[in-house]
């Protein structure tokens, strides 16, 4: 599998392409990158910080140069090793408080009740439903208020956008635009919250303010970098469960009003059909992977997708089957820098899919786009008939 030359119709059928590199264990790039498909060796890098590393100065120097892009992907912790990743990592993590993350339930819900209301008999989900959630979750986890959120979608994406591995200088324009933009904004809001701070116990943004272990460049990097990370990932984590369930009524037929199968069902959604289906890292020191020579320096695409349907692992991977218990899958990485917002993703996902199917017992898919970009496993659209 060649990331820079997949073949017509890969994003609507990966897998084979997967099961061939997991097979063969590790493809050279003709970059000289290499390409690591199994369940084992991903989760033993994604433990291995000494060994594997995430820090991308070297690789966003020559692509950014000296701007914002630069200034921002340098500083959030997804880029980062310790001891910086494990300081900015602390302060986080203690701040998404199992009550900060309970606050958010009834908001959540309330949302999603009101993106139920207002869907018509034939709408598309992404735009109606699954992209409408996360902005506004994150947007209350920092308390953002609610008539200043308009342009959050616009600046991620557009920073997003600008990690695509070839930057027009339209892409570069637009995603530099909208780090200088979200700074503005975000050092205002930071300020007034210093002025006037919310409960520490709850409200995320005073906490990770109060414990004053972040610069104000790290805190204002790492608050735009939670908004990006968990925005798209989420969407596709609710669009792809409607499109699953969709093509697999039994589980579907489960799921009515069984909250654990549910749950059940998001991990399989997690595990199948993983939002993030790459993630990489840079080999520290030389190492060999099934043969291929790996010198120190080189990049590794870590296939989280391949990852989570190997056979080594689960029992007719291919399967949707709501009785395999603990998750082991990858979709949200591993080791140290292990997603942060997983329990929120969770709660969201959940939350959309449970509620969803009580209205709409019997809606129907009737046409799909996909997302055209290899690391995004999502829709565009996703357009439903809701009976
Ligand atoms: C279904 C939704 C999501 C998926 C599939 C997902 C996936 C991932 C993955 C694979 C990583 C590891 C990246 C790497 O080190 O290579 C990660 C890291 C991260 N995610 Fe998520 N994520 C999701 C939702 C969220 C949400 C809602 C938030 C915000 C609260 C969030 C915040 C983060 C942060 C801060 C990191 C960096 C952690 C670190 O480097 O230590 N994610 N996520």
Redo the contacts with the bound molecule.
């Keep these: 599998m060649i990331l820079t030359a997949l073949p017509p119709g890969f994003h609507d059928d990966p897998w084979p392409h997967y099961a061939a590199a997991r097979e063969a264990g590790a493809v050279r790039q003709p970059d000289g990158s290499v390409l690591l498909a199994r369940h084992a060796d991903l989760s033993a890098i994604y433990r291995d910080v000494a060994g594997y590393r995430?820090d991308k100065r070297e690789v966003f120097a020559p692509k950014y140069g000296d701007a914002p892009l630069y200034a921002h992907h340098t500083t959030s912790?997804?880029f980062n090793d310790p001891p910086l990743?494990t300081r900015v990592?602390r302060v986080?993590t203690g701040a998404?408080t199992p009550r900060a993350l309970g606050r958010l339930r009834p908001r959540l819900e309330a949302l999603v009740d009101g993106l139920l209301d207002r869907l018509d008999e034939e709408a598309d989900l992404i735009e109606g439903f699954a992209a409408a959630i996360?902005v506004e979750?994150?947007g209350d986890?920092l308390d953002v208020p609610r008539d200043e959120r308009g342009p959050l979608r616009g600046w991620s994406l557009a920073i997003l956008g600008a990690l695509e591995p070839m930057l027009t200088p339209a892409q570069a324009a637009a995603g530099n635009a909208a780090v200088t933009e979200f700074l503005a904004y975000l050092r205002d809001l930071v300020a007034l919250r210093r002025a006037a701070p919310g409960d520490p116990e709850v409200d995320v943004l005073t906490r990770l303010i109060a414990g004053g272990e972040l610069s104000e460049a790290e805190l204002l990097h790492?608050c735009i970098?939670?908004l990006n990370?968990?925005h798209e990932?989420?969407t596709?984590?609710i669009g792809n469960a409607l499109w699953l369930l969709d093509r697999h009524p039994a589980a579907r037929a489960a799921c009515a009003g069984d909250g654990r199968a549910v749950e059940a069902a998001v991990e399989e959604v997690?595990r199948m059909e993983?939002?993030?289906q790459f993630?990489?890292?840079q080999a520290v020191r030389d190492c060999v992977w099934h043969g291929v020579e790996v010198a120190a320096g080189t990049d590794l695409h870590l296939c989280?997708g391949a990852a989570n349907r190997d056979g080594a692992v689960w029992d007719d991977a291919d399967a949707v089957r709501l009785d395999r218990g603990a998750p082991r899958h990858l979709?949200?990485?591993g080791g140290?820098?292990?997603?942060?917002?997983?329990t929120?993703?969770r709660m969201?996902?959940r939350l959309a899919v449970e509620r969803f199917l009580a209205r709409f017992p019997s809606y129907a898919v009737t046409g799909t786009r996909r997302g055209a970009r290899v690391r995004f496993r999502g829709f565009e659209r996703l357009e439903a008939r809701l009976g």
């Excluded at 140290?336 to 997983?342: E, K, S």
């Design positions: 995430s912790l997804v990743h990592r986080l998404l996360p979750v994150i986890l790492n970098f939670i990370a968990g990932t989420t596709n984590l997690l993983s939002p993030n993630g990489n890292r989280i979709a949200f990485a140290p820098h292990v997603c942060v917002g997983l929120l993703a969201e996902g």
